[in-house]
């Protein structure tokens, strides 16, 4: 294969990347609504979808430095030691330019996915503070409230022989 056709594999690769992770900002955006109303239903939709996604990003790593360590074999760079600027200077000058733009993008597609897992995580945690306040609360009218099981007249009525 030449360079050009493994460059091309490694923009496919990159762009199916910039894809999911879009994708998967999109979902923690929707799942917001879901966590802020406490449906279950939604966050379990949610979360399952979320982990779709970065199985599939994970997998399109893999893919990624395969595609990379082939395009910078085709080129005769060593793919530990090169990076993208000098492998822009040896194939297609336009498809180094479309490589360029979609790193890019994605550098700026794992900043804001950076900033709605930190604003994900603060709501997490504040629905699980709001959660425990609620089990406090209700822990706290148990004492208030004697178990239908232990009242006198249920316990006196068994114990005549009335039934239930």
């Known amino acids: 294969m030449n360079s050009f056709v493994e460059a091309a594999e490694l923009f496919d690769v990159l762009e ?3 894809r999911l992770l879009r994708e998967l900002s999109a979902d923690l955006i929707a799942s917001r609504s879901a966590y802020v109303g406490m449906n279950l239903d939604a966050i379990y939709r949610h979360i399952a979808t979320q982990t ?3 199985d599939q990003l994970r997998s399109i790593d893999e893919e990624r430095t395969i595609a990379w360590s082939a395009v910078c074999a085709s080129c005769g760079l060593d793919p530990y030691a090169s990076d993208l ?3 822009a200077l040896r194939i297609d000058p ?3 330019e479309l490589m360029r ?3 890019t993008k994605l550098a700026l597609a794992e900043g804001e996915l950076r900033n709605l897992n ?3 995580a603060v709501l997490i945690d504040g629905s699980r503070r709001t959660l425990a306040i609620l089990g406090n609360v209700l822990a706290s009218f148990c004492p208030t409230y004697v178990r239908p099981g232990n009242s006198p007249s249920v316990a006196a009525s068994t114990a005549n022989g009335a039934s239930r």
Request: some cysteine; hydrophobic content about 45%; glycine content about 6%.
């Open 52 to 54: 779709a996604i970065c």
């Open 16 to 18: 199916r990347q910039l």
């Open 85 to 87: 600027r000098q492998l």
């Open 94 to 96: 336009k498809i180094g």
């Open 118 to 120: 930190r604003a994900h």
């Open 101 to 103: 733009d979609v790193v």
